[in-house]
């Protein structure tokens, strides 16, 4: 048998049909669901008479558009929003498939509660109306966003019309220093390789440093694969992985959890297998970074200045200089001494507890810099409770943050949390385009320990500089 | 879903890289349960300006591209977001095909589900296209999708690659779901051989 990587066999694994052209048909083993890109599925499906074919392959759960606040409770006061939201509650009961409501403990941001329930399992086939699904990678399940149209074909059929991608391998070797963490990995990577870089390729992070990353540092890593460009982003399952899976709500139990372990156990890439990209970091090259323009792959190094156009070349010259002035920002500007607004921490990116313990780890004792906005947002109502009762919420409340309620919030500010014009943020969620956190807001990705030193200082800051023993 | 076989109409320049999703239709127009009207909010923030009016240097404002069926340009359009509300918005503005050196992998497939023809080409060749675009409404393309060709305002013509599966099915306007429930009888034995092997899915 030929050599095959970790996509190649996730694939084999699902093929319904392959036609002369190579357009494959592709079994879904999970279909997650979200309120914003899933009600024109649903009315395609009622104006066809069709039905949902598996809905218990099928998990729904509202995120985009619900408020934050604590008192979320009474309502949604935004009309378009409530309707969207209510949509969600009617497909879902109607139709039968797995729903988590706004009102249940479990609800939180897709790509949260997928993994947190044990829905996501290694070797599966995953899709959401979400590009972050790549999220589900991490545990080297193949899993990437699908337009309504496709949510429709999924409802419809449990399978995906497909063209396979090409195999990339993104290799993090050795470790990474104190104050690095999984998003500079991940932002790291797209700075070489471009917002493009990935596409038509299924990325395999691999390595030393990768394997050393908890579930939740892979799961950040693999969910900004989309930000490269890349179809998907996988990492082949091991201890950390079944360790992760075991117990939750819908993994595999007894022999059957055996026989899982055996076929997860499989999942990996084979020594000679091809590769049609290879990118290695060091992963003691990797630094604390920060983003500076209007596209993902603009990240520098916290200890860098803002760069000049000049120095890039083609289309990205004129890019560059419009990033520039949406941001606000003169090329040589030492990153450090740009001043925020607001900071938020959370998204699908970064909202799982060990991002809310790294935060609080910065904030403990301190304090957010006057007049500065700043929001915790959990990705999940286990994961607030959890932050609770780890006392992690305290930490936050006493430094002067927001403590909020799950959802997706201000990484795409459909919900009332929005920046105004003008407003710079420092922000853990995985985009930074124009508008993206509210018409004119300016953002700079990051980790959440770098968001937390820069609540406390009220400027991009060098996590480096506040951790309990400084390291520079 | 609409036949797209051939098409004559002006070409609008928009020269930018990495044009995203987000860029396209902002977020706030996501909220709808419907699939049109979106048209009216397309590039909305890069179209109007804070108070509302029209940005007159954007060019779909321009008087000789406000009926623009064509669109070219940078490499990387479409990245971000999975949103189908992006080809949406493009189809309801009156747009049917992009080109681009290169399209981001979620919005290139939205497109054919659509009946929105994207249409990838090497720089220097969208260069021409987009030379050819910034004349202004003489800037007629056609689009010949059966013979793969565009042909410029000056008669020039360009070839263009396209997969075959996906130009059957804009040619004939065939509804994917419609096609995949053929092989009914292939996902019941796929299901039926997955769930002996891995009965815990």
Redesign the interface.
Known sequence: MSPKTLYDKIWD??L??E?D?G?C?L?I?RHLVHE??S??AF?GLRM?G?SVRAPD?TIAVPD??VPTTIDRAKGIE?E??R??VE?LDTNARETGIHYYPVSDVRQGIVHIIGPEQGWT?P??TVVC???HTATHGAFGALA???????V??VL????L?Q?KSKNMKVEITGRLSPGVTAKDITLSVIARTG??GG??YVIEYCGEAIRALSMEGRMTVCNMA??G???AGLIAPDETTYQYVKGRPHA?KGA??E??LD?WKTLKSDDDAHWDKVVTIKGEDIAPVVTWGT?PEDALPITAEVPDPSSFS???V??VK?ALEYMGLKAGTKLRDVPIDTVFIGSCTNGRIEDLRAAAAILEGKRVKDGLRAMVVPGSGLVRAQAEEEGLAQIFIDAGFEWRMAGCSMC???NPDQLA?GERCAATSN?N????QG??GRTHLMSPAMAAAAAVTGRLTDVRELMVEPVI | MEKFEKLTGVAAPLPLINIDTDMIIPKQFLKTIKRSGLGVNLFDEMRYNDDGTENENFVLNKPAYRDAEILVTGDNFGCGSSREHAPWAIKDFGIRCVIAPGFADIFFNNCFKNGILPIALPQEQVDRLMDDAEKGANARMEIDLENQTITMSDGETVAFEVDSFRKHCLLEGLDDIGLTLEKASAIDSFEASASQARPWV
């Open positions: 694994a699902h319904v049909h036609a052209d357009t048909l079994y083993d914003v890109t009600p024109q009315e066809a069709r392959k985009h558009n935004n378009e929003s309707i969207q949509a399992l070797g599966m109306g979400d590009s990437h966003g699908i337009g309504t149209s496709e429709e074909h419809a059929t449990q399978t019309i063209q917002t493009a596409t038509g989309i930000e460009g890349a179809r595999p059957q959890w026989a899982a076929w596209s083609g289309g990205k004129a890019a419009r795409l500010a459909m014009p985009r385009f124009e508008g993206r018409r004119g």
